[in-house]
T-cell receptor
Framework: ETGVTQTPRHLVMGMTNKKSLKCEQH?????MYWYKQSAKKPLELMFV???????ENNSVPSRFSPECPNSSHLFLHLHTLQPEDSALYLC????????????????FGPGTRLTVL | KQEVTQIPAALSVPEGENLVLNCSFT??????LQWFRQDPGKGLTSLLL???SQREQTSGRLNASLDKSSGRSTLYIAASQPGDSATYLC???????????WGAGTKLIIKP
């Protein structure tokens, strides 16, 4: 595997389900990101993990819970989601020079298309 | 609050034409500006990155310019091909917190 991989690629879940999205980067980077992409809206940054510590959380609802066990893996745990949470969830990684996130370009995975019924 | 706007939202042109995509931003305190490409159902691929001190970057048939003082960037695509069809996204990296702020994208269709 190369680059940034995400599983599953598609997920359909009910509002009472609990599921997890997985992201893995094979680039040796030290920062990982979760983004939400809704139709015709700009990407929204959800979480940033830099050097395995969460440094940003942009007021994302608590029904989304990130986990970063090491610099190569990132999870997004989902529970009691709402239909408006249906979107493409993108993971990205980059190499940073400091805790705030650095300035290198980000490399993106293919995304998980999530549908909440 | 930084806002990034891309115009037009969609563009359809015949193959072979040269074209320009526009991106504007409201806060000039940026670290860099990037152009990305997104194919349907796929992730994003970085095309060009312009540091705040630079005026332009070129890669093959692509040329991106940056006018930081006026809050504008353009992506120029020369001799367009059907394979260029995709959504093009502009994003600025903020100087204050290194967060990427994104435009909503321009959906480009190149007709054979």
């Amino acid at each position: 595997e190369t680059g940034v991989t995400q599983t599953p690629r598609h997920l359909v879940m009910g509002m009472t389900n609990k599921k997890s999205l997985k992201c893995e980067q094979h680039l040796g980077h030290n920062a990982m990101y979760w983004y939400k992409q809704s139709a015709k809206k700009p990407l929204e940054l959800m979480f940033v993990y830099s050097l395995e510590e969460r440094v940003e959380n942009n007021s994302v609802p608590s029904r989304f819970s990130p986990e970063c066990p090491n610099s190569s893996h990132l999870f997004l745990h989902l529970h009691t989601l709402q239909p408006e949470d249906s979107a493409l969830y993108l993971c990205a990684s980059s190499q940073v020079q400091d805790q705030r996130g650095g300035a290198d370009t980000q490399y993106f995975g293919p995304g998980t298309r999530l549908t909440v019924l | 609050k930084q806002e990034v706007t891309q115009i037009p939202a969609a563009l359809s042109v015949p193959e072979g034409e040269n074209l320009v995509l526009n991106c504007s931003f409201t806060d000039s305190a940026i670290y860099n500006l990037q152009w990305f490409r997104q194919d349907p159902g796929k992730g994003l691929t970085s095309l060009l990155l312009i540091q705040s001190s630079q005026r332009e970057q070129t890669s093959g048939r692509l040329n991106a310019s940056l006018d930081k003082s006026s809050g504008r960037s353009t992506l120029y695509i020369a001799a367009s091909q059907p394979g260029d069809s995709a959504t093009y996204l502009c994003a600025v990296l903020m100087d204050s917190n290194y967060q990427l702020i994104w435009g909503a994208g321009t959906k480009l269709i190149i007709k054979p």
